[in-house]
């Protein structure tokens, strides 16, 4: 079981980035899915989160608008597409699944059993 996560970089503020989660092991669209952000110095915090039980999404504070999940199932894939990107976006993002079950606190790190590597988005001019 294995998550494998890309696509971070450097990108100005107001742009636009794409991250990618790749899971092999399992079927990544049954499980809870997370998007986890972890900003130098402080706590990994959710970015957005999908349950499984009924499709719907927890954003996090400030990127309700400006953050979508999709899926490509024929790949294992979701994407995490990011639009006007702030600085305070800075951080190590994570994706992260667990399996179908409690999943209303899908916004919890301690909720999931696997984890990507994370990938590194720098947002500055």
């Known amino acids: 079981v294995q998550l494998q996560a890309s696509g971070g970089g450097l990108v100005q503020p107001g742009g636009s980035l794409r991250l990618s989660c790749a899971a092999s092991?399992?079927?990544?669209?049954?499980?809870?899915i997370g998007w986890f952000r972890q900003a130098p110095g402080k706590e990994r915090q959710v970015v957005l989160c999908?349950?499984?039980?009924?499709?719907?999404?927890y954003y996090g504070d400030s990127v309700k608008g400006r953050f979508t999940m999709s899926r490509d199932n024929a790949k294992n894939t979701v994407y995490l597409q990011m639009y006007s990107l702030e600085p305070e976006g800075t951080g190590v993002y994570y994706c992260?699944?667990?399996?179908?079950?409690?999943?209303?606190?899908?916004?919890?790190?301690?909720?999931?059993?696997?984890w990507g590597q994370g990938t590194l988005v720098t947002v500055s001019s």
């Open positions: 992260a699944a667990d399996p179908p079950g409690e999943d209303y606190g899908c916004y919890r790190p301690g909720l999931y059993d696997y």
């Open positions: 092991g399992f079927t990544l669209d049954d499980y809870v």
């Open positions: 999908i349950r499984s039980s009924d499709r719907s999404t």
